[in-house]
Structures are given as C-alpha cells and as structure tokens.
C-alpha cells in the first residue's frame, strides 16, 4: 500500500480517542453485548469492541498484530499494547475472502468506523457486511460527513459512482478521485475536522500545482489511499435507497445520528424496503432537496454568507480548547487500509 506524499497524507482524526463523547459509543453498540458475535473492519491501536473488554469479537485488518506494531512504532499517540491479535488479514478481494466459510451468516453486527469512505467499491464491502451477518443482524458504520471534515470543498459521491465502481471491479482508486481529493482537501484552524458551529475559514490544503502528483497515480498498480467516497446524511440515505431498489444491496437504513462534529453514526439491517415506483421516486425527491438543505446548512460556517450564523453558546471556548485537546491526543490516522 502507498500513502500520498505530505502534506497529502492528512487522514481524518480518531473520534474513538480520549475524552469522545460517551454518547457516540451508546449510539454505536446500541443492542449490542459482549455476549453478541461481532466483527470490526480495521480496528487496529483503537479497538471499539476489543476482545481485552470482553467482548466476543473478531478483527479483520489489512496487517498482522505483529506487523501493526511496527507500522505505528515511535508514533507518541498509539499504545500498542492496544493493538489486539488480528483474526483476519485482509489482502484484496471481498472481505468475504479473508473470512473462512463457516463464519459467513453468523455475525451480530458489522463494525466500521471511519473506513468505507476508503474502500474502492463501496457496493462490495456492504455486500460482504451482508454475507457475513446473520438475518437479524446489523451493520454499524461512522462515516464523515463532508459538512465538518476535510472534505468541505469536495462534492458528495452518487449512485452512478458506486456503480461504476462496482461494475470495473475496482481494486485501487482512480485519478480522478486522487485529483479531487488533492486539490479539494481543506483544514480550519490546522484541523481536519471541526464542529459543525466553526465558521473559520476552510484553507485548501495543497497549491494547485498537486494536481500533477495526483496524475502520476494513474501509472501506480498499488493502492494509494484517501477518501474515495464523500458523504453527507441525506447523499448516503439515497446511495443506499437507490442501490436497494436496484437490486445492488439487501441493506437498509436503520438508523441515522448527526454528531454536532466529523461523522454521522449509521445502523443499516438486511432486507429491503418493498416500495412502488411513485413511492420510490418521493422518496429520492425528498433526500434530494434534503441534501439541498444539507449544502445550504453547510453555508452557515461561511462568514459573510447569505446563511452565516454566529456559534451558538453551547460552542464556547472551554468546549474548543476541550476539543482540540481530544484532537491533540488522538491518532488521527486511518486504521485499515481497504
């Protein structure tokens, strides 16, 4: 795997780091004990269901435990006592592929946290989530949301994305989403994600002279890892209503949390809604003008914007400074590469 060169390689913060808000965690494993079956994408220095706490958990990474220690040794912020026995090393293909057969349909929950918006075929990996769950099980996923992340600038993915992808059978990323994330990705104040009530300036990262790096991908055979796939609540709601009704997934929303900072928290369940076409097509007019309404909200972090509205007092300074402090501490590191 190769990682973009700095000041490319700019991943977004863990929001599982210390002083998270306890809340994130309950809205994560909601129904879920230490009793359940689970399954976590990617967990490596920062287990969310670690088998150490008793859970009954299993950890597909793309590394062994002894390969992740070194991969993160020296690094201040990683405890690599942390870093559990990876059961699945994940090598390219379907997830499916690095589970043996026995435990395909026998999962409670699918845990990923900040890791689909990495995979190359979005429609694959929840396609192996589904394999590998049981009827009644759920898919548990934190996801940025463009909104309050380095993503700002970027445009949200669709449906036609994710089928093209799928359709090519896509093992790397294009050019075309090296050269958008290169001369889109954004930090306030030298952070890559923020609350959503911070209206400094989103400063591009890189000068547009990266566009001929990000060219040079196109002739890499390895994977480069950053952010394939760019969401905001209402795109991803009508990714998956979409894929749903297409036949591409047997997944549907669940759940739906908006943080007030980086993510919004996501339970998908197996099975489709079975709706008519007139129903179908209310429901993507509604999660389209919603995802209007999303942009516009987003206007609101814009000073001197139509929408500008100053912080509310609930984002005071004492919550900023306790909030970059929890950014300070944390990794902010992708933890599998998919």
């Given at each position: 795997?190769?990682?973009?060169?700095?000041?490319?390689?700019?991943?977004?913060r863990d929001?599982?780091a210390a002083?998270?808000?306890?809340?994130?965690?309950?809205?994560l494993?909601v129904?879920?004990?230490?009793?359940?079956?689970?399954?976590?994408?990617?967990?490596?220095?920062?287990?969310?269901v670690p088998r150490?706490?008793?859970?009954n958990?299993?950890?597909?990474?793309?590394?062994?435990?002894?390969?992740?220690?070194?991969?993160?040794?020296?690094?201040?912020?990683?405890?690599?006592?942390r870093?559990e026995?990876?059961d699945?090393?994940w090598?390219g293909?379907?997830l499916?592929?690095?589970?043996?057969?026995?435990?395909?349909?026998?999962?409670?929950?699918?845990?990923?946290?900040?890791v689909i918006?990495?995979?190359t075929?979005?429609?694959r990996?929840?396609?192996?989530a589904r394999?590998?769950?049981?009827?009644?099980?759920?898919?548990?996923?934190?996801?940025?949301?463009?909104r309050?992340?380095?993503?700002?600038y970027r445009?949200?993915?669709?449906?036609?994305?994710?089928?093209?992808?799928?359709?090519?059978?896509?093992?790397?990323?294009?050019?075309?989403?090296?050269?958008?994330?290169?001369?889109r990705?954004?930090k306030?104040?030298?952070?890559?994600?923020?609350f959503?009530?911070?209206?400094?300036?989103?400063?591009?990262?890189?000068?547009i002279?990266v566009?001929?790096?990000?060219?040079?991908?196109?002739?890499?055979?390895?994977?480069?890892?950053?952010?394939n796939?760019v969401?905001?609540?209402?795109?991803?709601?009508?990714?998956?209503l979409?894929?749903?009704?297409?036949?591409?997934?047997d997944?549907r929303?669940?759940?739906l949390?908006?943080?007030?900072?980086?993510?919004?928290?996501?339970?998908?369940?197996?099975?489709?809604?079975?709706?008519?076409?007139?129903?179908?097509?209310?429901?993507r007019?509604?999660?389209l003008?919603?995802?209007?309404?999303e942009?516009?909200?987003?206007?609101?972090q814009?000073a001197g914007?139509?929408l500008?509205?100053?912080?509310?007092?609930?984002?005071?300074?004492?919550?900023?400074?306790?909030w970059?402090?929890?950014?300070a501490a944390?990794?902010?590191?992708?933890?599998?590469?998919?």
């Amino acid at each position: 795997m190769t990682d973009p060169s700095p000041p490319l390689r700019q991943p977004l913060r863990d929001p599982r780091a210390a002083e998270a808000p306890r809340d994130r965690e309950l809205h994560l494993l909601v129904g879920l004990t230490k009793a359940s079956k689970l399954i976590e994408i990617g967990p490596a220095h920062n287990p969310l269901v670690p088998r150490s706490a008793g859970w009954n958990s299993f950890s597909l990474d793309h590394a062994t435990r002894a390969d992740l220690i070194t991969k993160y040794a020296g690094d201040p912020a990683v405890d690599p006592t942390r870093i559990e026995e990876v059961d699945f090393v994940w090598h390219g293909g379907s997830l499916t592929d690095a589970v043996p057969a026995e435990h395909h349909g026998t999962f409670d929950g699918f845990i990923a946290s900040h890791v689909i918006e990495h995979t190359t075929d979005v429609v694959r990996f929840l396609q192996a989530a589904r394999t590998l769950l049981r009827p009644e099980g759920v898919v548990v996923l934190a996801v940025p949301d463009k909104r309050k992340c380095f993503d700002f600038y970027r445009n949200p993915s669709t449906t036609a994305d994710a089928i093209l992808a799928y359709e090519e059978k896509r093992d790397r990323h294009d050019v075309r989403t090296h050269l958008d994330y290169g001369l889109r990705i954004a930090k306030k104040g030298g952070f890559p994600a923020w609350f959503e009530s911070d209206t400094q300036p989103a400063e591009l990262v890189c000068g547009i002279d990266v566009a001929w790096q990000m060219l040079g991908y196109r002739d890499v055979r390895d994977y480069v890892d950053v952010h394939n796939w760019v969401f905001m609540p209402a795109s991803f709601e009508l990714m998956m209503l979409e894929l749903g009704q297409l036949g591409f997934l047997d997944l549907r929303v669940e759940s739906l949390t908006e943080m007030p900072d980086t993510e919004f928290l996501v339970r998908l369940r197996p099975g489709t809604d079975t709706i008519d076409p007139a129903e179908t097509q209310l429901r993507r007019r509604g999660l389209l003008e919603r995802m209007l309404t999303e942009l516009a909200d987003q206007t609101r972090q814009i000073a001197g914007s139509p929408l500008a509205v100053p912080p509310p007092d609930s984002f005071r300074p004492g919550a900023r400074a306790r909030w970059r402090r929890w950014l300070a501490a944390g990794p902010w590191r992708r933890r599998v590469d998919l």
